[in-house]
């Protein structure tokens, strides 16, 4: 089983960066598709970013532009690049591992968060 830790969150005015990370551990997730969740107070948890074993990615048209998904599988790590960041951006930001190699479907392995904060 897959175990998921994010990391990088934190406070940050707006029009700032932040760079997210997600390790995984006790399963390789070479072969398996990669999510980034957030989820914001009163709202309901929103995949931003995905990305396939083939560099395919997709994201939310509320990040497009300013986000971007990659993965380095020789250290079994997804990341998350969020630039141009605004307050509405502020949430609790998830890793979660696919089922599939090809195609994105969300499994039941998720990372504990971490709190991306925009704010002046």
């Known amino acids: 089983q897959v175990q998921l830790v994010e990391s990088g969150g934190g406070l940050v005015q707006p029009g700032g960066s932040l760079r997210l990370s997600c390790a995984a551990s006790?399963?390789?997730?070479?072969?398996?598709?990669m999510g980034w969740y957030r989820q914001a107070p009163g709202k309901q948890r929103e995949l931003v970013a995905a990305v396939r074993t083939t560099g395919y990615t997709n994201y939310a048209d509320s990040v497009k532009g300013r986000f971007t998904i990659s993965r380095d599988n020789a250290k079994n790590t997804v990341y998350l690049q969020m630039n141009s960041l605004k307050p509405e951006d502020t949430a609790v930001y998830y890793c979660?591992?696919?089922?599939?190699?090809?195609?994105?479907?969300?499994?039941?392995?998720w990372g504990q968060g971490t709190q991306v904060t925009v704010s002046s």
């Open positions: 006790g399963s390789s997730i070479t072969h398996h598709a």
């Open positions: 979660n591992a696919g089922v599939y190699t090809y195609s994105y479907y969300p499994s039941d392995y």
